[in-house]
């Protein structure tokens, strides 16, 4: 689980590249579920939270509510 401290850490680039990876791991996830080869299926529901906090930081990081905003003073 992502704490929100290393959420506040990241960068858009990790933000990206870990949501990427997530999105990758969750769709293994499903296919070992449906195959019914999945150990910890609560896994699938702590993935998915992960991936909706890094979409949220995503999202700020557009809005500009995160990260460098250029400005010219």
Avoid at 57 to 73: A, H, M, P, Q, Y
Wanted: without cysteine; charged residues 35%; proline residues 1%.
């Amino acid at each position: 689980m992502i704490k929100k401290r290393e959420l506040s850490d990241l960068d858009l680039n990790s933000v990206e590249a870990k949501l990427s990876e997530h999105s990758e791991k969750l769709s293994t996830l499903r296919f070992q579920k449906s195959m019914q080869q999945l150990e910890n299926p609560l896994e699938i529901k702590f993935l998915k939270k992960e991936i909706a906090q890094l979409k949220t930081v995503l999202n700020e990081f557009k809005l500009g509510l995160r990260g460098d905003i250029t400005s010219n003073d």
